[in-house]
């Protein structure tokens, strides 16, 4: 394309040059036609060149745009990974806590079983006292109605003064030796239901110390948990704010990067302005733009004002941010709005508002996809935030001519049309160009 180019201004020299020879003989052109031809030629290859820079500035910047939204995507991933963490950390914190609660109880659970084992215990202990008491009363009485109990009961006997009086002597003796077995037995019955309630205790007990260890090592598990989690969240972190300081650094670059692209284009802007200044101390020096034409795409509604300018949508739209100080829609927006916002829905025609040629059909972190057009005569339109582009770099349009379909992108904050005009050097009311 650039090769082409360049052949054709050669070609133009050419041709311009046979011009000025033809009329130096008859002493109408007055500029010696080698240095005109020689300004020709330097100008379209300074442009050339200029836009090979641009292209590759903007190739560049394309690059890191991607690198900096895979790293975007990254850093999503990341952010993503880190709150199932925070998310998986909070439920086993939750869970930790719960089981601490079942620990907790489970201990005062087992202190409670205890202290009734040692009550148990100690019950225990004063029965056996009181059958060993009681064993041994029985014991002494057992010897002595072996040992002297003939004589003694014989004497009992013989000292009553009646038969009734015998009886009832009688009577005593089977009445104690029955007492004795009686307090023994009921020693011996208390003292074995102490004994298996004592053992239903300690059974429990058991239970309630083996839960005690489950708990315990669930509850070292979720706490081992809960530390790997903690060190995948601080690794997590670091990759975040990694992440986030090489976006930070792409930031930077892509803005130099811009800037580097806006500085060909103003430079650009030179040559292409070098270049016609060139072709007027020619002889017959043509505009490189052609003559405009409105295509069929051209609404009757959209009348071509008396700069040669039409709408730049299809539709008429609605201005939604004039020409001028602004307060900044959003973030990265500037404070002074070099064109009009013009409301309208993704897809919407943007066409070439006047004959020119693209300089510039390319992605732009903060106009999006954009289009350059430039119309001659030191102007140039500007379109932004487009969701596609129908034109490239170098290639001639006709008024009316779609060039792009509106969008979003870049820094924006809804679909629509940023329209602009670049005229002499600085930027201009596109309003005084256009009108719907």
């Avoid at 952010?79 to 925070?86: A, P, Q, V």
């Avoid at 070292?220 to 790997?228: D, E, P, R």
């Amino acid at each position: 394309m650039q090769m082409r180019k360049r052949n054709k201004w050669i070609a133009a020299g050419v041709g311009l040059w046979l011009t000025g020879a033809v009329c130096i003989g008859s002493g109408v052109f007055l500029d010696n036609p080698s240095s005109a031809l020689t300004r020709v030629v330097q100008a379209a290859t300074q442009s050339e060149t200029t836009q090979g820079q641009i292209d590759a500035a903007n190739k560049k910047r394309e690059q890191l745009e991607k690198e900096r939204t895979e790293l975007k995507e990254t850093l999503s991933s990341s952010e993503s990974k880190k709150d199932n963490i925070l998310q998986y950390i909070s439920t086993l914190d939750k869970k930790m806590d719960t089981l601490t609660d079942k620990v907790k109880s489970n201990e005062e659970q087992i202190q409670l079983v205890q202290s009734t084992i040692d009550e148990l215990l100690l019950q225990e202990a004063q029965v056996t006292a009181k059958m060993s008491s009681q064993y041994e009363t029985m014991k002494e009485r057992i010897k002595y109605m072996y040992e002297d109990g003939t004589s003694g009961y014989l004497e009992l006997l013989a000292g009553s003064s009646s038969l009734s009086e015998m009886y009832n002597h009688l009577e005593y003796i089977s009445k104690i030796s029955e007492y004795d077995q009686k307090m023994y037995g009921e020693y011996e019955s208390t003292k074995q239901k102490l004994t298996k309630t004592k053992k239903n205790k300690q059974a429990k007990k058991d239970e309630l110390v083996a839960t005690k260890e489950t708990l315990s090592f669930e509850k070292q598990s979720v706490k081992q948990l809960i530390s790997k989690k903690k060190g995948q969240l601080t690794k997590y972190n670091n990759l975040i704010a990694d992440s986030e300081s090489s976006i930070s650094t792409y930031d930077v670059k892509i803005a130099a990067q811009e800037n580097q692209v806006e500085n060909l284009l103003a430079q650009k802007r030179r040559e292409i302005a070098a270049e016609e200044a060139a072709q007027k101390s020619s002889p017959s020096g043509n505009s490189p733009n052609g003559t405009d034409t409105t295509t069929s795409q051209t609404p009757s509604s959209n009348a071509v004002s008396t700069s040669g300018f039409i709408w730049p949508l299809a539709t008429a739209g609605r201005i939604s941010c004039g020409f001028g100080p602004r307060t900044a829609p959003t973030a990265g927006a500037s404070t002074y709005h070099k064109g009009i916002d013009i409301a309208t829905p993704t897809g919407t025609i943007v066409r070439a508002a006047k004959a020119g040629t693209v300089v510039t059909a390319t992605y732009s972190a903060s106009a999006g996809n954009f289009v350059a057009i430039y119309h001659g005569d030191g102007v140039y339109t500007y379109y932004m935030h487009n969701s596609s582009l129908r034109v490239s770099a170098g290639e001639k349009v006709t008024r009316g001519q779609t060039i792009a379909l509106s969008g979003s992108t870049g820094i924006s904050t809804g679909p629509h049309l940023h329209f602009a005009v670049y005229a002499h050097g600085s930027y201009v009311n596109p309003l005084n160009y256009v009108s719907r």
